[in-house]
């Protein structure tokens, strides 16, 4: 396997990890939203379930930039390995 081949499969990986976190994220939380998932301009939560869930998608979306730092780092890093040759 070439060095191109082995970044996308890393960030296939990586991509594929978010999207399952996210979905799982999505299906816990579908229960306890008051305000649609699109609503960035929500009113401040009210209640410690709204906080809970602010507070998780916070996590999930600091999981989710470090994922594709990640992604980013190992298509660098093949990318230069091919540049070496």
Do not use: W, Y
């Amino acid at each position: 396997m070439d060095a191109a081949s082995a970044a996308k499969d890393r960030v296939d990986r990586a991509l594929a990890l978010l999207e399952r976190r996210l979905l799982d994220l999505k299906s816990r939380a579908a229960g306890t939203s008051r305000v649609p998932d699109d609503d960035l301009f929500a009113s401040e939560p009210s209640t410690e379930t709204d906080r809970a869930r602010i507070h998780e998608l916070e996590s999930v979306g600091r999981d989710a930039a470090e994922a594709l730092s990640h992604a980013a780092d190992a298509i660098r890093d093949s990318l230069a390995e091919q540049e070496a040759r």
